[in-house]
């Protein structure tokens, strides 16, 4: 196994688990739409200061400007209609058809990329596609397997699905990115637009001194989603830069395991059959595509 694919799976996994840790911080929020700007003002604040580790910025083009603009675009949409479809949708209906992007982005990487899959590789996507379907699935059965399809004329459903796809769009922006610009710079760049449109958002009136009420409520938890955050986007990038998009966004679907050990550990929640054999097919398809 040659030590650079080690070492992007490696970093995918450490942001798969920072990705879980950070939606544990936001699930103890009070107000979590404001709890998430606040967290990505800590995050560009601590990435302010780390330029000075990690250098100044290449020549800030428009086709950076272009990119990174586009992938936060298609990840504000995505966390926006993942909210809709959460908050109005059964979520063992609305979270699974949310992963579709996974089905998406190997054809994306194949056709627009250039990349190249093996077999082993592609049942490897495959199996970590389903299981983090099945993950949030209420029992193992063909109904409940097909019930999120029966249901393809709900808003929630509709949004789920829209959801997924714009987030495979947002992925194929961030593996051109980083093969282009220096990971760090990018994901600086790419969060920073990302802060701008969440703020316009707490622009209006319905979110009149809810800013400051969530920093009383909760400055522990803000000062704390800064670095986590920050950890989770830039060893996902690095990664990424050293893998194909097809394979590393598959990978990091392992926060979904490590969500359900903070769940049962933490929590109180309840392992189960359906987690157990979700968990399994996920391990399964990791191990493959490390070695397809």
């Known amino acids: 196994m040659p030590a650079m694919e080690t070492l992007a799976l490696f970093l995918i996994i450490v942001s798969a688990f920072m990705h879980a840790l950070w939606n544990l911080l936001v699930k103890q929020s009070r107000d ?10 800590s995050s560009a604040t601590l990435m302010t200061l780390a330029t000075f580790v990690f250098g100044l910025f290449p020549p800030l083009t428009l086709q950076l400007l272009g990119l990174a603009a586009g992938g936060a675009v298609c990840f ?21 058809l949310a992963q579709t992007a996974m089905l998406y982005v190997p054809l994306w990487g194949v056709l627009i990329l250039g990349e190249k899959l093996s077999l082993v590789g592609i049942a490897g996507i495959i199996l970590i596609a389903l ?4 993950i949030q699935l209420r029992s193992l059965s063909a109904a409940e397997f097909l019930r999120p399809f029966s249901q393809l004329g709900n ?10 796809f714009i987030y495979s769009i947002g992925a194929v922006f961030d593996k051109t990115g ?54 989770s986007f830039l060893s996902f990038r690095f990664g990424l830069q050293l893998s194909p998009v097809s394979y590393a966004l598959p990978v ?6 490590i969500g359900v050990l903070i769940g049962i550990l933490f929590l109180g929640e309840s392992f189960g059959r359906i987690r157990l ?16």
């Not at 979590?32 to 003002?41: P, R, S």
């Not at 980083?178 to 920073?192: A, D, G």
């Open 32 to 41: 979590k739409t404001v709890f998430i700007w606040w967290m990505f003002l």
């Open 76 to 96: 504000v949409l995505y966390h926006w209609l993942g909210g809709f479809a959460y908050r109005d949708g059964d979520l063992s209906v609305t979270y699974p």
């Open 178 to 231: 980083v093969n282009h610009y220096p990971p760090f710079q990018f994901t600086f760049i790419m969060v920073l637009f990302m802060f701008s449109f969440m703020s316009l958002n707490l622009l209006r009136p319905c979110y009149k001194g809810r800013v400051l009420q969530e920093w009383r409520s909760n400055p522990k938890l803000i000062l704390w989603s800064g670095p986590v955050i920050m950890a």
């Open 131 to 134: 299981g983090a379907y099945c």
């Open 277 to 292: 054999a979700s968990t399994t097919l996920i391990l399964s398809g990791v191990f493959l595509v490390w070695h397809g």
């Open 155 to 164: 808003r929630s459903v509709q949004a789920a699905l829209l959801a997924g």
């Open 252 to 257: 990091r679907q392992v926060s979904l395991l």
